[in-house]
């Protein structure tokens, strides 16, 4: 028998909410509005501090308007949801004129690299009355969503360990401004295996983190990084990346042991990242078939299929009148995690979470 492992995004009833983005960089073009072709949403416009880049972008993707400046885009009272594809430090600015108009918002992750003013950009969306989701779109992973369906299933029994275990090739040079942060992986790459460990078992008790640089980097920042997270007397679970593998060995992995079952997937993107290949996953389960083990190849990728999900899913909160999956509030806890991991490796001590303030 083969399970259902219902993991793709589920799309809300009204799926023409027009939407305008703010950002035209190689992600916009490479995911977002792939993924919103795909699923068959309105974009209506967009805006960058480059011009050209807009226009280029929108002529590609069949864009109807292109927008000079910000205050235009969200003067338009066609728009009802921006999304934001902008660095960490531009957001917190660009999140109050959103808010202040009255618009509904998806955010770039990390909501800001300054956990204080990640929670401001939270307070305002509150205050405004708006709703606000963070685009962890790595929740979608296709082997994150159906991994999340067996383990709500019971199909693993009681989970004993969880791992993401990544070596690959990164050009950091991609992304200029990534050269010149001091907190690198953790907080740009590894954010997401976070945010992903928390959907599928919750914030851990306590972490531990360390992290290096490679000989000659050009970074500044980590590029290398071990964390335990600590559940429970029984359960721990570690997310090791390595960003510096030049060999021809790379690998990105998922594994979950649990006591009546287990899980064990590859995230194909990353080993051609930004093409990539479709992810895979393997499982048993003793209340399927303690003999078997059942093996998956998707048909979805990381990019742009995943990228469905965050947008669509706060059109269904929009909808439904509901906290997006991907909240704001809930994503502090996913930079609540990150910082208690920073805190580890300078102090070289587990670190409790929750004694991360997430006050204002």
């Known amino acids: 028998m083969v399970f259902d492992l219902d993991y793709l995004p589920v799309l809300p009833n009204k799926k023409d909410y027009n939407i ?9 073009n490479a995911a977002h509005l792939p993924a919103y072709r795909k699923a068959g949403f309105s974009v209506v416009g967009l805006t960058d501090k480059d011009p050209e880049k807009a226009r280029e972008t929108a002529q590609k993707f069949e864009i109807p308007r292109v927008y000079l400046t910000v205050e235009e885009l969200l003067n338009d009272p066609a728009v009802d949801i921006v999304d934001i594809a902008v660095p960490p430090w531009n957001q917190k600015r660009i999140v109050r004129q959103v808010t ?62 969880a791992s993401i275990d990544v070596s690959i090739q990164t050009d950091w040079s991609n992304w200029p401004w990534a050269l010149t942060v001091e907190g690198l992986d953790l907080m740009y790459h590894s954010i997401h295996y976070f945010d992903s460990m928390r959907y599928l078992f919750g914030q851990p008790n306590r972490i531990w983190s360390t992290g290096a640089r490679y000989p000659g980097q050009d970074a500044v920042g980590e590029t290398r990084t071990i964390s335990v997270l600590n559940y429970s007397d029984s359960f721990l679970g570690n997310v090791s990346v390595n ?108 670190v409790l979470p929750k004694d991360i303030s997430l006050n204002s």
């Open 243 to 350: 960003h510096n593998n030049w060999t021809d060995n790379c690998f990105a992995t998922l594994r979950i042991d649990g006591t009546e079952g287990y899980v064990s997937g590859t995230f194909g993107l990353l080993y051609d990242y930004p093409h990539g290949r479709p992810d895979t996953l393997s499982y048993m389960s003793q209340n399927i078939d303690p003999n078997k083990t059942i093996h998956h190849r998707f048909k979805e990728r990381w990019i742009p299929d995943s990228f469905i999900g965050p947008m669509g899913d706060l059109m269904s909160a929009i909808e439904e009148d509901r906290i997006p999956e991907t909240s704001g509030r809930d994503n502090l806890m996913t930079l609540q995690l990150v910082h208690a991991a920073y805190l580890s490796m300078s102090e070289n001590r587990a």
């Open 20 to 28: 305008a983005i703010i950002g035209s960089g190689g992600i916009v």
């Open 100 to 161: 202040t108009a009255g618009k509904h918002l998806l955010c770039q992750k990390p909501l800001s690299n300054i956990l204080s003013e990640a929670v401001e950009i939270v307070e305002m969306a509150e205050a405004k009355g708006v709703k606000l989701a963070v685009n962890q779109q790595m929740r979608w992973d296709q082997a994150i969503r159906a991994s999340h369906t067996l383990l709500n299933k019971g199909l693993l029994g009681e989970v004993a360990s």
